[in-house]
């Protein structure tokens, strides 16, 4: 009997899965709402009546699918255990072990970031290389490492959060994490922001950004057209990403750097100034690394979740 599986990306509003056969095709995919109500108790539940409904409306048997890679956005420890997902309100939740038993199928669990990262390696950006460092740039930064062809997760599931690497001394707002001077507070869509407002407060220059609600996307639009103002904020946010992208090669000295998430979507323009700053600072063994976009867009953690799946089975 042909085996296939499954990729689950839990989101703090949504639910995305997709349907895959072993190689990775994608053959069925749909999302449900995430309930993250009474500390996201429905959540699993949820999860468990859409895959037995939507399973018998295209007529497969439980017994066809081989696993579910499932991405939860916080710290997931080696047995499938979330420790703490915030948003979705969930403090220890043994995901794996209640998932497989409100489905019957064989569940693993891993961070949100990684699975992307797993997913972009197998059939996206990273295709063809065999270690990568995967970084998304939305509200806050996340990143999934894969060595080897295995995900880097560390012993508490933190490997990877270089959001919260510390690339300020002089900050005085506090990152959500509770510490200052985090990546994440600059090199975010939000910290583009915080940087674009910061630099337009303490300057007097002519700017189209001005009078403009500021976001990554009006940035680097007006980057397109050569505004100065905007210049100097994308020079700053490619000097600290760039920065600590070659502080991260260092230490696991990736093939390939792949960038996603909403600010991404700027274009190859973002690259031009993290490349700069990355080559500025990085230990000459580690200079070579290549560049790329993250092709997969919001499909990247289904795409991880079943790979994690279709490597277990092999």
């Known amino acids: 009997m042909k085996k296939w599986c499954l990729g689950i990306d839990i989101g703090g509003t949504s639910v995305k899965f997709g349907l895959f056969d072993m190689e990775g095709m994608l053959l069925r995919k749909w999302s449900i709402p995430t309930r993250t109500q009474e500390c996201g108790k429905n959540i699993l539940e949820d999860i468990a009546s859409s895959l037995e409904k939507n399973l018998r409306i295209w ?3 439980r017994e066809q699918i081989a696993g579910a890679g499932v991405g939860v ?3 997931v420890i080696e047995d499938g255990t979330v420790l703490h997902a915030e948003n979705l309100g969930w403090d220890r939740i043994a995901v794996a072990e209640d998932l497989k038993r409100l489905t019957g199928i064989p569940i693993k669990v891993e ?8 997913g972009e390696i197998w059939k996206g950006s990273g295709k063809n290389c065999h270690s990568m460092l995967f970084v998304t740039l939305g509200t806050g930064i996340g990143c999934g490492i894969v060595i080897d062809d ?9 490997a990877g959060e270089i959001g919260h690497m510390h690339v300020e001394d002089h900050m005085e707002k506090q990152c959500n994490c509770g510490k200052y ?33 500021m976001s990554a996307r009006i940035v680097f639009d007006a980057v397109r057209k050569q505004d100065l103002l905007a210049v100097r904020i994308a020079e700053k946010f490619g000097y600290y990403l760039g920065k600590a992208l070659a502080a991260s090669a260092c230490i696991i000295n990736p093939e390939r750097i792949v960038i996603g998430g909403g600010v991404s979507r700027a274009g190859n323009i973002i ?8 080559h500025k600072y990085a230990y000459p063994p580690c ?16 795409y991880g979740g079943a790979r994690l799946m279709s490597q277990e089975k092999r």
């Open 59 to 61: 007529g497969f048997e």
């Open 271 to 278: 690259l031009d100034y993290v490349e700069k700053y990355y």
């Open 111 to 118: 961070n949100d970031a990684n699975l992307a990262a797993l």
């Open 73 to 75: 956005p916080g710290l």
């Open 181 to 213: 001077g985090c990546l994440e507070q600059f090199a975010s869509a939000t910290g583009i922001c915080w940087l674009g407002n910061q630099i337009m407060k303490n300057s007097s220059e002519d700017s189209i950004l001005r009078g403009q609600e």
């Open 287 to 302: 200079e070579n690394v290549e560049f790329r976009l993250a092709s997969l867009g919001s499909e990247a953690g289904i």
């Open 150 to 158: 295995k995900i880097l997760s560390g012993v508490s599931g933190a």
